[in-house]
């Protein structure tokens, strides 16, 4: 049976390949075959592991958003959003999308239908030459699987493991990126501040960017030191 489903789940904005940043040949060489793959798609699958924040969910939206700019359709679906009535039926018939990511895997993994039904998902998308990306926290050797079928559906899924950015001059770059793409110039000083001010975490210097942003439009300045200060100043 084919579950059709009004899910309309967005795509954040920053949620690009510009704005990933990684400093590991090992990991930079993984994402472009990657995005090879979307360009020129031959039935591949990926699984994106790491630790959360790493970056697993802004890869799956960006790889939804740089196949939708083709004009191909895509869909995103975050296993964890409890708002969203997922069984395993959602999948059937989702090997006819040309690109499917599934987010949160520990959450169906170990469950048999589920296990099940992404088998077929991967095993039929292959065979149509669309492409499936999958994320979770721990490793494929990880999961304890309980059906035969997602055991050998996984020897063709590629692994890439993720890693959070710890040098201060990867952070700023990662800021500097979803900066631009936000229309506006981050400057070295100002990142080294915000990074001493706050943490290297990204996801929470990502959401003071945005306050930035919102207070550099009201005000009409740029991002200069003395405006970020004054700004923080007040928060």
């Not at 679906?77 to 040309?98: F, H, K, N, S």
């Amino acid at each position: 049976m084919f579950v059709q489903m009004p899910l309309k789940i967005g795509l954040r904005d920053d949620a690009c390949f510009e704005t990933f940043v990684t400093e590991q040949e090992s990991l930079a060489v993984a994402l472009n075959a990657l995005q090879s793959a979307l360009k020129h798609p031959a039935g591949n699958a990926f699984y994106l592991y790491g630790d959360s924040g790493v970056g697993k969910t802004h890869l799956l939206q960006a790889a939804c958003r740089y196949v939708t700019e083709k004009g191909q359709a895509s869909v995103y679906l975050p296993m964890r959003d409890e708002g969203l009535p997922l069984i395993p039926d959602v999948l059937v018939g989702l090997e006819q999308t040309p690109l499917v990511c599934l987010d949160d895997m520990e959450r169906i993994v170990g469950n048999a239908k589920w296990e099940v039904a992404l088998a077929n998902l991967l095993t039929k998308s292959s065979v149509q030459g669309h492409n499936v990306i999958l994320a979770g926290e721990q490793s494929v050797v990880q999961w304890a699987l309980t059906t035969p079928e997602l055991t050998k559906a996984l020897m063709t899924v590629l692994p890439i493991k993720l890693s959070s950015l710890n040098e201060k001059e990867e952070v700023i770059m990662a800021l500097q990126r979803h900066a631009k793409r936000l229309g506006i110039e981050l400057s070295q000083e100002v990142g080294n501040y915000l990074i001493k001010q706050f943490s290297n975490d990204l996801q929470e210097l990502l959401a003071v960017l945005k306050m930035l942003d919102q207070a550099s439009l009201v005000e009409k300045r740029r991002l200069t030191l003395p405006f970020v200060k004054k700004v923080l100043g007040h928060v």
